[in-house]
Structure formats: structure tokens, C-alpha cells
């Protein structure tokens, strides 16, 4: 038997597929979640990555208002970045129960716990939420991308 492309056996292309789901807080990314466990179900050839997307870092967060004095300015890039990581831990411990809920929904749809992995997909600088979702499918050898809005 040929291996084809990642994931991919000739004449079989959902053997091992890796599915990346986007999921926020809104209806159309739990629909999905539910489409996704009907689609798959008990097929065990799927591994899915459940992704949350945080939401981007308020304005107050992204810079400082500067010193002229080096040691100032270290510090207030110091405060800012300790601002940041903790809003971002805070954004990740409020998402955790919808992350949850939707491996409840899989689960429930027959999909493996063992299957199902879980990440946060958080803000970057100079890069928009698709392209941070499309370099995180890339990393995990995800070939599908499922969205709900």
C-alpha cells in the first residue's frame, strides 16, 4: 500500500484525517461543533484539534505610553507585558467551559475522547486571526479547517 499526502492512504483519503475546529462563543460555532460530531461520530480514522480563538488584545494592551528615560521605558514595557499575559490567562480560563461543552457535544456524538485535543489560537502581533488559525492547521497537519461563522 502507497502513503499519499499527510494522513492519506491511496484510494483512501479519510484515513487519519485531522480536522482543526474553530470555536468561539457564538451559535454558528456550536452548530458546527454539532456538525462536526455528526459528520464524524464513531469513525475512528479522525483526530480533531478543537481550537479557541481569543479574542484580540484590548487597545490598552497593545503599547505603553513611552519614557524618554531607558530605564522607565524597560519598566513600562516590563508592566505592559505582565498586563498582557494576564489578560490572556483570563481570556483562557473563561473559554474553558465552552471547550468543555463542546467535547461534551462530541463525546456525546460517539467521537473519542482520546481523539479530541484542545488549544487556544491567541493574539499576535501583525497577524490577523485567519492567518493565525491557517499557520496553527499547518503546524498540526490539520487538511481541514471548519469554521462556523
Partial sequence: MRVGGV???EGNPMVNTRLLVVRDDSVASRGAIKYVGKFVGKRKAFRICLVHVLPPLPPELLEHG??????KEAQLEAELKVAQHR??????KASRK???EDRVVLRKAGVSARTVKTAFCEPG????AADAILHMARG?????????R
Avoid: Q
Wanted: aromatic residues 6%; hydrophobic residues 30%.
Fill in 7 to 9: 494522513g492519506e492512504v
Fill in 87 to 92: 489578560w490572556i490567562s483570563a481570556a483562557k
Fill in 140 to 148: 498540526r497537519r490539520c487538511r481541514t479547517v471548519v469554521v462556523g
Fill in 98 to 100: 465552552g471547550l468543555y
Fill in 125 to 128: 502581533e501583525g497577524r490577523d
Fill in 66 to 71: 513611552g519614557s524618554e528615560d531607558p530605564a
